[in-house]
């Protein structure tokens, strides 16, 4: 089994920052992509950001320029660094593993989401 645990959201003003860590844990031999999704009240489940194990980055449009999202291999963490936070990317934000090799079979984790509230 393989547990997804996030940390760093919280309350901030427009234009503030916030970090988000996830960390991997369990038994797995390899996870080829890490990364972000986020949901508001009312809306679907959308991609924020992703990494894959050699670090190329697949950004959401709203978010381009303003996150960044990164990987330690090692550690088998990954971050999303979110700057100019705007009211509209106020949601809760899930870690997803994809790709998670276990004893020779791939599988996708999600994390329990953690809030992200960007007051105006």
């Known amino acids: 089994q393989v547990q997804l645990v996030e940390s760093g959201g919280g309350l901030v003003q427009a234009g503030g920052s916030l970090r988000l860590s996830c960390a991997a844990s369990g038994t797995f031999s390899s996870i080829s992509i890490m990364g972000w999704y986020r949901q508001a009240p009312g809306k679907q489940r959308e991609l924020v950001a992703v990494i894959t194990s050699d670090g190329s980055t697949n950004y959401a449009d709203s978010v381009k320029g303003r996150f960044t999202c990164s990987r330690d291999n090692a550690k088998n963490t990954v971050y999303l660094q979110m700057n100019s936070l705007k009211p509209e990317d106020t949601a809760v934000y899930y870690c997803?593993?994809?790709?998670?090799?276990?004893?020779?079979?791939?599988?996708?984790?999600w994390g329990q989401g953690t809030q992200v509230t960007v007051s105006s």
């Open positions: 997803n593993a994809d790709r998670v090799r276990v004893r020779g079979y791939e599988y996708r984790y």
